[in-house]
């Protein structure tokens, strides 16, 4: 008998296990050369997945990155532009029949306010030079909570500042190309910020303006 199985290719049963390279025939061969086959196409794709996933990652760091760098210039374009809004404001302080009200309006305001929000000789952003930033400014009075009046944003016309207006908004916000993001669909992103300033000084004294001490003197109590 043991000679039929040897003279298959087949090795005759001794009772106990033992660790041998065996070579096999009549397509045993074929087999195992499939096997592996298969075994390196698991492997090429776990190894997609993964890439897949670093790139993602990648993506992600540099596009937060940039959008952090966005929003930090952003809240400096606010800032800028909150304290000129409440400079202008706060120079142009005049009375007139005994009640507070400004000589400017609300579009000579937010034109100065948008010289700083959108410099011309300096770039705002990192987005591309014909990108601007959009401006919005907020006048608030005392009340408690504050009412807050949305104000125009274009150069040309003649609306009259609230006169009960102690508090200046600054809103900026742009929207900017996405850098490795867009080869996922995700094209743009949008980042804001916003300030807020207080107008604050002295009673005003006379009749007529600017009032250069509403710029001049600060008073603790009114913060």
Known sequence: MDRRLCARGRLPFTGRSAHAHVHFDHGDTAL??????SDEGQAIIVVAIC???????????????YALAQRRTMQNLADASALAAGKRLATSVIKVNGS????VTQ????????????????????????TATQLQLFYGNAANPTVWVAGV???????????????????????FDSLVAATVGHGSSTAGA???????GT?????????WSMVRHYNP???
Not at 108 to 130: E, I
């Open 32 to 37: 195992t050369a499939a096997r592996l086959s």
């Open 107 to 130: 579009e000579q305001t937010w034109c100065t306010a948008n010289g700083y929000a959108n410099p011309a000789p300096l770039k705002s952003g990192f987005g591309p030079s014909s």
């Open 221 to 223: 109590a009114d913060f």
């Open 153 to 175: 944003t274009t150069c040309a016309g003649n609306t009259e500042v609230p006169p009960t207006t102690i508090y200046v908004r600054a809103s900026v916000n742009v929207t």
């Open 51 to 65: 890439v897949a996933v670093l790139v993602a990652g990648l993506a992600l760091a540099v596009d937060w990155g």
């Open 194 to 200: 916003s300030a807020r300033v207080r107008l604050s």
């Open 203 to 211: 009673t005003v004294p006379l009749v007529g303006g600017p009032l």
């Open 100 to 103: 507070i009200n400004f000589s």
